[in-house]
């Protein structure tokens, strides 16, 4: 006997067409992927914003640095 309280065990025990319930574990299915493509567009999302973070922070050293050095050439 498997361990019934695995996620995908249970999942698929949820999904597994049965004459009855055909229609019930299509609409738990297409919800199924419905939540994962959110959860995809979350991550990516949040990815893509770190991104741009981390390059707007790289920019702005770089513009920092420029300016110590101009300042310490004229102090020369």
Do not use: C, H, Q
Not at 14 to 42: F, M, Q
């Amino acid at each position: 006997m498997e361990n019934a309280s695995l996620p995908t065990a249970v999942w698929e025990n949820i999904t597994s067409p049965s004459e009855s319930d055909d229609d019930t574990a299509n609409y738990l299915a297409y919800i199924r992927n419905r939540v994962l493509k959110i959860i995809y567009i979350i991550i990516g999302t949040l990815g893509i914003t770190d991104n741009v973070f981390v390059l707007a922070v790289f920019i702005v050293f770089i513009k920092i640095t420029n300016k110590v050095g101009i300042l310490t050439k004229v102090s020369l």
